[in-house]
């Protein structure tokens, strides 16, 4: 399978100008590139100045951080995932922790991811533990928000499904560690099992695992060799062109 690596911007950076430039950068690095499949997530309202600087590019995508459960109405400050999808987005990240941390539930979550592939877009969705305790109750959390994220979504639409695996203790300026490999291998294991819950067990064997936490050009490599990850979700070394190169580079090579 080929390797999915995402770029959170978050909110950044200040400026369309600043935004177009990063987004050059990376568009020069992609073209260069065979295999791995790029997705940057922007700020929304860069994405129709990204889609146009984007151009022609293969592997080249983007996606969206977030979006409201309704497609239009009186939602002062709202952003569809059909306007995300129609200022050119291919994909969408839901459930992030940030997202969570400012109120977003699992039942939220449902209705966003529902919405978000009716509207033909990916969804990359993001679970994880906010501590990993060694009686293993973090194992429910996981559990509890991927078949919630779930529930009523129809089988079919499981090619539009990537799961993002984001500890929260991983996550940001705040976290001493990434995740090792093998901890991530083991919980994109247990995410599968789960993920059979709701599809065949082939079908849930094909939904893409990628890990997501304080990923860099050092440990990128790690996680998707012995973590066996189809693919990383990475934040604040997306927002340096030279660094986010490498880890693309290195998920090339392999893919
Ligand atoms: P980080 O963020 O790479 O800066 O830890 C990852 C994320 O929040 O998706």
Known sequence: ?????????????????????????????????KRVETVICPPAIFLPDLEKARGAAKKLALGGQDAFPALDGAWTGQISPAMIRKSGARYLILGHSER???????????????????????????????????QGHYLQTIKTQLLTALEKVPRKLASQLIIAYEPVWAIGDAAKFSDTPAGFLEQAIYIRKILSIWIEQKAAMQVPVLYGGS?????????????????????????????????????????
């Open 215 to 255: 990923v860099d050009a050092r440990n990128a490599l790690g996680f998707l060799t012995e973590g066996q990850a189809d693919g990383l979700l990475v934040g604040r070394a997306s927002l340096r062109a030279d660094i986010f190169g490498e880890i693309l580079k290195l998920a090339d090579a392999l893919a």
């Open 1 to 33: 399978m080929k390797k999915i690596i995402v770029a959170n911007w978050k909110l950044n950076p200040d400026s369309p100008r600043e935004a177009r430039e990063l987004f050059v950068k990376i568009k020069r690095t992609v073209s260069r590139l």
């Open 100 to 134: 969570r941390a400012q109120g977003d539930t699992d039942e939220l979550i449902n209705q966003k991811l529902k919405l978000a592939l009716a509207q033909g877009l990916k969804v990359i969705l993001c679970v994880g533990e906010k501590t990993r305790d060694p």
